[in-house]
């Protein structure tokens, strides 16, 4: 029998400068362990005259994870930061209470032809932190543990497994993994894997159970301790997951919470404009003029 519960495909979703791949909530599953929205973005061809540009908007009761394979973003935010991150590197930002933040082209790339390609991530945080004080941490790509066995290349971007931790600062169980290999090889690594897992394929393929995927597609496993796949040639993957929260949690727009009165307050907050703001910025982005419901917050996004 095989060990795949769900195949999510990516769907186009609108982030407002262009089109991204849209992995996770979805309907049939909102979460893999506390990893509850992955976004593929691109690869995208930016002209001299396009560019990214995400004007502040807050976030509560999560860590955002940016790791980019191309390209550059200049992220600044509501606590004074203001950096760059490069392919490679790992930008956790943690919203606890509440953090706003922007993502924009840097401004020496404005004017030239440039590329983008990445993931953003959200990951939600458990109960006994999902009040806690905003932070941001950077770490460069040199800093992320990596190493070879057998011919294939791990990079452990967050979290910890394989007997490895990632300088990122996580606040649950889990793990985030990047495997490379040139060659057709047969991992089985499912004893060193706990909780939920997903195995999301950038390029290449995989086979399980004598079925091959290909890019662009997400495998839920039912079980990450029976993790075994084979990945054929100049394939690369990521695997992520860790244990899963008891509570249920609720998306709505930007903010993820345990309850829907948290979501509330965080609407309303950001309606009066009383959340910190990011320096040296004067636009953002309104709160989403739609129907909203409570009682199906955690319904969106399907």
Not at 42 to 54: K, Q, Y
Not at 258 to 264: C, H, L, V, Y
Not at 276 to 282: F, I, L, M, N, Y
Request: with cysteine; charged share 25%.
């Amino acid at each position: 029998m095989s060990n795949i519960s769900i195949i999510i495909e990516e769907r186009p979703a609108d982030i407002g400068n262009f089109l991204v791949g849209r992995l996770l909530p979805f309907r049939e599953k909102r979460m893999v362990g506390p990893y509850i929205f992955i976004d593929h973005m691109g690869p995208a061809a930016l002209s001299d005259h396009e560019n990214m540009d995400v004007p502040p908007h807050p976030h509560i009761g999560l860590s955002t994870l940016t790791y980019l394979f191309e390209g550059s973003i200049r992220h600044r935010d509501s606590l004074g930061t203001d950096i760059e991150i490069h392919p490679g590197a790992v930008n956790w930002m943690t919203a606890g209470k509440g953090i706003v933040h922007s993502e924009r082209t840097p401004e020496y790339l404005r004017h030239t032809d440039k590329h983008l390609h990445g993931l953003q991530i959200w990951v939600a945080l458990p109960l006994e932190f999902e009040e806690m004080q905003p932070s941001f941490q950077h770490v460069e790509a040199k800093d992320i543990p990596h190493w070879e066995k057998d011919g294939v290349s791990f990079r452990l971007i967050a979290g910890e497994v394989f007997g490895r931790r990632s300088p990122v600062a996580t606040y649950s169980p889990q793990f985030f993994i990047e495997i490379k290999s040139a060659d057709r090889k047969v991992l089985n690594i499912g004893q060193e894997l706990f909780g939920e897992s997903g195995l999301y394929i950038l390029e290449g393929s995989v086979i399980s159970d004598g079925h091959e995927f290909t890019p662009k597609q997400l495998l839920v496993a039912k079980e990450a301790k029976l993790c075994e796949f084979t990945m054929t040639e100049n394939t690369t993957i990521y695997i992520f997951g860790g244990e899963p929260f008891k509570e249920e949690r609720f998306i709505y727009w930007n903010f993820v919470a345990s309850s829907r009165e948290k979501i509330e307050e965080a609407k309303q907050k950001w309606l009066d404009q009383s959340f910190e703001r990011v320096p040296g910025e004067t636009d953002f982005v309104p709160l989403p003029k739609q129907n909203y419901n409570p009682a199906s917050t955690a319904k969106k996004d399907a």
